[in-house]
């Protein structure tokens, strides 16, 4: 149980151009979910925090009209990375808060490449 | 806020050794202490987890042991094997405050056959 997946896994795009990612918790009902970012060799980098009906809180130094969130329905999540450009590119990871345990449950990853 | 420092950054062991990895956290209301591991292009997973009101749990071959007094937390792999090797992250959190994970720097274990 407690599995969470993305979709996609992997993306390349050009610089300029927006790209959606998905967060779904597959069998159970998450009404917190966060996404990080994580570079080559570094540690998980809070970015947002998304919760189900309402507006994200984002961390300091990130930009909310850049990476949009949105918690539609308690299992899935989307961070759009609007206007991406190289610097954009990273490993992007979301995680799923279980409430009977409060747990987070992180899912596989997306890797972004922006040309 | 809290902060979460991680030790050592890289460890090798010999195939059947144990490792050993050690996190301190700062803020003393926190009281949940999960250990991921990430497998190279992977996201975390879950390998174990305490919270503050014992001082050890166990998982086969895993163990992780918490002293709150001291504020620092650790990870013992035991007879350690080659598919051990991976990045492993401790985190803390404090439960009523958003449930925002602070992990630490991460360690990457290397397990030599």
């Known amino acids: 149980g407690a599995v969470v997946s993305q979709h996609p896994s992997w993306v390349i795009c050009k610089s300029g151009t927006s790209v959606k990612i998905e967060c779904r918790s597959l069998d159970f009902q998450a009404t917190t979910m966060f996404w990080y970012r994580q570079f080559p060799k570094q540690s998980l980098m809070l970015m947002a925090t998304s919760n189900e009906g309402s507006k994200a809180t984002y961390e300091q130094g990130v930009e909310k009209d850049k990476f949009l969130i949105n918690h539609a329905s308690l299992t899935l999540s989307t961070l759009t990375v609007t206007s991406a450009h190289p610097e954009d590119s990273s490993f992007y990871i979301c995680?799923?808060?279980?409430?009977?345990?409060?747990?987070?449950?992180f899912g596989p990853g997306t890797r972004l490449t922006v040309l | 806020g809290e902060n979460v420092e991680q030790h050592p950054s890289t460890l090798s062991v010999q195939e059947g050794d144990s490792a050993v990895i050690k996190c301190t956290y700062s803020d003393s209301a926190s009281n949940y202490f999960p250990w991921y591991k990430q497998e190279l292009g992977k996201g975390p997973q879950l390998i174990i987890d305490i919270r503050s009101n014992v001082g050890e749990k166990k998982d086969q071959r895993i163990a992780v042991t918490l002293n709150k007094t001291a504020k620092h937390f650790s990870l013992h792999i035991t007879e350690t094997q080659p598919e051990d090797s991976a990045v492993y992250f401790c985190a803390a959190i404090y439960n009523n405050a958003g449930n925002m994970l602070t992990f630490g720097g991460g360690t990457r274990l290397m397990v030599k056959p």
């Open positions: 995680s799923a808060r279980l409430v009977s345990t409060d747990t987070q449950y």
